[in-house]
């Protein structure tokens, strides 16, 4: 696709249910982040991919929250036994390292995932 | 670790009218600073950027300045208008990978 995908575009689910969110970065970008988004929180950083492994996790809130990615592209990040507080939206963005430089800049966002626990 | 602060407001204004929003930041290295958009209904999308210190970054008419000395990279508009309604995200880059953002400035301009 020409951009970053994500699924489903909402989820309402009971307290105590695990989630699983999906994400389809663009094609041939190696970075991969995840990032939450609630009122008045703005954007908090959850785990950065690099390929497959992730150099860094330290946004994680808990044990609860596991990502992964396979094949270098589609990532899944998993709620577990969800609480009322993890409601927010979650963004996954793509990008491409520059060419000749490690520094990966301009990032691509997708339309978010709407999380609901009632 | 890096960090972001930002004037959180919402910000009203009318239109034609002078923008500013404000960001400091915190971060290791030589940084790279960022300003992106949200318009409503929309993904967040990179506004302008600058990676090196007393570097403008501009872009539909945003300016912002990369100030080293004050560690701060504001963002400025002459004349604003009704479609640039938005929130508005400051984000630095420092020696890690990883993007950090402040908490959004809500943008409304009046007709």
């Known amino acids: 696709g020409a951009g970053v995908s994500q699924s489903p575009s909402n989820k309402v689910t009971e307290k105590g249910k695990d989630v699983e969110l999906r994400c389809d970065p663009i094609?041939?970008?190696?970075?991969l982040y995840w990032y939450r988004q609630s009122l008045g929180q703005g954007l908090e950083f959850l785990i950065y991919?690099?390929?497959?492994?992730?150099?860094?996790k330290s946004g994680l809130p808990s044990d609860r929250f596991s990502a992964e990615r396979t094949g270098g592209s589609v990532s899944t990040l998993t709620i577990q036994r969800t609480q009322q507080e993890d409601s927010a939206v979650y963004l996954c963005?793509?990008?491409?390292?520059?060419?000749?430089?490690?520094?990966?800049?301009?990032?691509?966002f997708g339309s978010g995932t709407q999380l609901s626990v009632l | 670790g890096d960090s972001v602060t930002q004037m959180e407001g919402p910000v009203t204004l009318s239109e034609e009218a002078f923008l500013t929003i404000n960001c400091t930041y915190t971060?290791?290295?030589?940084?790279?600073l960022f300003w992106y958009v949200q318009y409503p209904g929309e993904g967040l999308q990179l506004l302008l950027k600058a990676t090196k210190a007393d570097d403008k970054g501009s872009n539909k008419g945003f300016e912002a300045t990369y100030r080293k000395e004050t560690t701060s990279f504001h963002l400025e508009k002459g004349s604003v208008q009704v479609s640039d309604s938005a929130v508005y995200f400051c984000a630095v880059q420092g020696g890690s990978e990883k993007l950090v953002f402040g908490k959004g400035t809500k943008l409304t301009v009046n007709p």
């Open positions: 971060a290791t290295g030589y940084p790279s």
């Open positions: 094609s041939g970008h190696t970075a």
């Open positions: 963005a793509s990008s491409s390292p520059h060419s000749g430089g490690a520094t990966n800049e301009k990032l691509f």
């Open positions: 991919f690099q390929g497959n492994s992730a150099p860094d």
